[in-house]
């Protein structure tokens, strides 16, 4: 069984993954990917072969600019 995060807890460095960052922001997986290639969501960071977070303080920094 998964635990909610409390993203109000985070710091800005932690890292997220795609699964969680799906329920923060509220827009589709290829959304996300499709911003990520325009520059207007932030750029994912490649952890290994196969896995890809985003830090919490610029997926933060973008939800807060999107609320403006």
Request: aromatic fraction near 8%.
């Amino acid at each position: 069984m998964n635990t909610p995060i409390d993203f109000t807890t985070l710091p800005d460095s932690a890292m997220i993954r795609q699964r969680d960052l799906l329920r923060v922001v509220g827009i589709s997986a290829t959304s996300i990917w499709r911003r990520c290639a325009a520059g207007t969501f932030p750029k994912p960071i490649k952890l290994g072969e196969k896995t890809t977070a985003w830090r919490w303080g610029d997926v933060r920094k973008w939800l807060e600019e999107v609320a403006a």
